[in-house]
């Protein structure tokens, strides 16, 4: 029985250590750019409504955070296996599928015919905030599918 480690062991949890700091920083990276596009393309300051504790503004920044954050897993998951090809595949498709996500939720609650400013601003609860988050998801669904 032989319990020795490989010869490349330490090299090898070094550079696996790299990689996910790396990965880490560009999913950070990839998500903030996602609030943004978010909070820039939705009527009001998404980050002000949501400190107040608007309940719709909260819920529509909550899914739009999470249909981000498939579309980063996805683009980051489908990289390439070369730490630096995979980088940078994982920077252009996660920015790709955040602004196909932006103009895909505006799309949709134009053709609904939603007010998002007035939805968010409300200081109750508003059913459509719903019907706005799971586009959100939905649609970030689709991106994140469509990056694989």
């Known amino acids: 029985m032989n319990l020795a480690l490989a010869d490349t062991f330490g090299s090898d ?11 880490g920083v560009v999913g950070l990276l990839l998500m903030l750019v996602g609030f943004y596009a978010i909070d820039w393309t939705t009527p009001g300051k998404l980050s002000a409504l949501v400190r107040r504790g608007l309940p719709n503004a909260v819920i529509v920044t909550a899914s739009g955070m999470l249909s ?16 630096t090809e995979g980088l940078i595949t994982s ?49 970030g669904l689709v991106v994140a599918v469509g990056i694989s």
């Open 68 to 83: 981000m954050a498939f579309i980063v897993v996805v683009a980051i998951f489908n990289s390439a296996s070369d730490l």
């Open 91 to 139: 920077l252009v498709y996660g920015l790709l599928g955040i602004i196909v996500q932006v103009l895909a939720v505006r799309m949709l609650e134009w053709v609904t015919r939603i007010n998002v400013g007035s939805t968010i601003e409300s200081e109750a609860f508003a059913p459509a905030s719903v019907v706005v988050a799971a586009a959100h998801l939905a649609l």
């Open 13 to 23: 949890l070094v550079k696996g250590i790299g990689a996910i700091l790396l990965y």
